[in-house]
Structures are given as C-alpha cells and as structure tokens.
C-alpha cells in the first residue's frame, strides 16, 4: 500500500495545502517518512489523515466557483467500528461546505473494504447538499463495496453510477470530470 499514490497530475489546478480555505491547508508532506497505515501496512505520506485510523483522503481539486470538490480516498471505509462517515464529514466535508462546496466526488477505486453501520450521517450530508442545490456521487468504487454501500441502502443519498464505472478521470482535466457528472445527473433526472 506505500507505493499508491494520490493522483497528483492535477496539482497545476489545485493544491489542497495551499488553500487558505482547505481543511488541509499548511500540511506538511514527506516523501520519505512513512508514519500512517492501514492497519500493519504504511502507506504514502501523501495521503492526509483525518482523524480516521483506516481511511484517508486527498482533496484533490476544489473548484468554488463550481461549488464542486474531487476527493480520492484510501483504504477500509469503516462505519461499524470506527464511525468513519463522522470523522469524514465533521473534518473534511462540513469545512468544504462552509466555504460553499455543495457537489462532491469521492473516488474510490483504492476503498479496499466497506463496513457499514447507520446512515444518518449520509441522510445529513445528502440533506445538506441538497439544500444547497449539490449532490455527492460516487466514482470507480469497487463492485463488492458497491454492492455493501447498496445493502445498506447508501444510494438513496449518494449517487453510484454504474454508467460511469471505469471512468478514466485521470486523462481529462477536472472541469470535465464536473461536466460528465452534471451530464449523468442530468440525464438521470430526465429519466
């Protein structure tokens, strides 16, 4: 798990610790010390600890003129034990949204696992974003964490497109990852 990444191809539109109104603005990044893990395995110093001790993030591209926020996401997702939607939202998210963030995109083809527990922090954020004329949408997850997010019933507030599974986000610019949700959203209201 060191060796994954957060993408960082689109630091030329954005840098979250450069931000005067990003959660993680000042953070200092090492390269070469490795002090977070999931569980027994290090991973990148990159990544940005929330308060989580399995799950991670990097805000990859905020755009406040959009309202829109892309945030890749690292390792076991866990509600049950550790009430990982609290921490996410109390730290990351209602910060962003203080600043009028309103659309999310959470990528998570690096969750390795998912543990669900209550929603009620997912029917808050939905409730709240909505409020503010914004969505949270879910992209490239994998399909067993798919398929737990859905058992628990977590689509009613958070979109999670198979259409856009495999999306190859990392070759466009983040203006046209914004474009191709509003596009799918659109078309899923239409229907």
């Known amino acids: 798990m060191h060796d994954i990444e957060p993408f960082y191809s689109w630091r030329d539109y954005y840098i979250a610790s450069e931000d005067k109104l990003s959660p993680f603005y000042r953070r200092k990044y090492s390269e070469f010390s490795f002090h977070n893990k999931v569980y027994n395995y290090y991973i990148h110093p990159q990544w940005d600890s929330f308060g989580s001790s ?13 309202q829109i926020a892309v945030i890749e996401m690292l390792g076991e997702w866990n509600d049950t034990l550790h009430n990982d939607i609290m921490i996410f939202k109390e730290e990351v998210i209602d910060p962003l949204m203080q600043e009028g963030i309103s659309k999310f995109i959470l990528i998570g083809e690096n ?17 709240e974003v909505s409020d503010m ?3 949270i949408l ?14 628990y019933r977590l689509h009613h507030y958070m979109d999670i497109p198979l259409e856009l599974e495999e999306t190859e986000w990392r070759k466009i610019k983040p203006l046209y990852i914004h474009k191709i949700a509003e596009e799918w ?3 899923r209201l239409d229907n």
Do not use: P
Not at 54 to 66: A, N, Q
Not at 138 to 151: A, G, I, P
């Open 138 to 151: 879910c992209l490239n997850f994998h399909k067993h964490v798919v398929d737990e997010m859905r058992r």
């Open 133 to 135: 004329d914004g969505w």
């Open 185 to 187: 959203l659109q078309k």
């Open 111 to 127: 969750i390795m696992n998912f543990h669900a527990s209550d929603e009620s922090y997912y029917e808050l954020w939905q409730e």
């Open 54 to 66: 399995t799950l991670y993030c990097k805000v990859i591209y905020v755009g406040y003129e959009k």
